[in-house]
């Protein structure tokens, strides 16, 4: 696609903190971007955010928690869309405080369903929605899935699993034209962290997420696996 002017495009996860700079991203080049949100008020506050750019931001309550909620996802996406051209999952929150051994089965049975069933949800719910030679489908996700993080365990082993189901999704979609990527990001100075005080001057924002994604679409790069960690490294490839 050597242009998102007009591009359909589905971000799940936009109204959150690395979801809003890539929205904004997509919407400079013109793109027409979906965004569901569990939370009204989230959604007032990425327009109000989004306010001013060019492109067409929609707003969708909607909620990846559960099949039956995201089927009603899926059915409204398609009503007004027909067929996507990119579907962005940028989905779940951190957790860190105990050891493994004292996570309780709530914490467990949370982090699994917010970090993991809900990137299920979204690739069963949004990759039949693809344009099939065309369409691309990008999933992100953090550090903790290439490495050990004592203390925020189940989220590093979600991870982890998104990274292999990612893997999966790209093989299973070889012998289509869908294109699969998967940014794994270091840190970012999201809006909400700059709350809590600055960030690390090498450290991304979100909106420069969006910028590389903007970058992988139109030159529509072969490589499933991107790693973003901060400005000092290299752009690294697998
Ligand atoms: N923040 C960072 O510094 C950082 C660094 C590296 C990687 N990442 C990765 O970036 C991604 C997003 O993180 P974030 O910092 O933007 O988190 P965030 O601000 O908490 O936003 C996460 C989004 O996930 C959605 N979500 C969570 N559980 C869901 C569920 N069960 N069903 C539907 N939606 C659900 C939320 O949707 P609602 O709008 O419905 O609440 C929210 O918009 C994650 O994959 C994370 O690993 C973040």
Sequence with gaps: MASLEGAKVVVAGGAGGVGEGIVRSLLRQGARVLVPSRSEEKLRG????????????????????????????????????????????????????KPLTSVDMATWDRILRENLTSHFLALKMLVPLLHPKTGSYVHINGFSAEQAYPMAGPVAMAAAAQKSMVLTLAEELEPTGIHVYELILGPLQTRERLLRGPGQPDWYTPEEIGEQIVGLLTRRDDEVVHRLLSKREVWQVN
């Design 46 to 97: 990425l327009e109000e955010y989004c306010q001013g750019l060019p492109g067409e931001l929609i707003t969708m309550p909607g909620d990846l928690s559960g099949e039956e909620t995201a089927r009603d996802l899926q059915n409204r996406i398609y009503e007004r869309f027909r067929e996507l051209d990119v579907a962005v999952a940028s989905l779940g929150g951190w957790w860190q405080g």
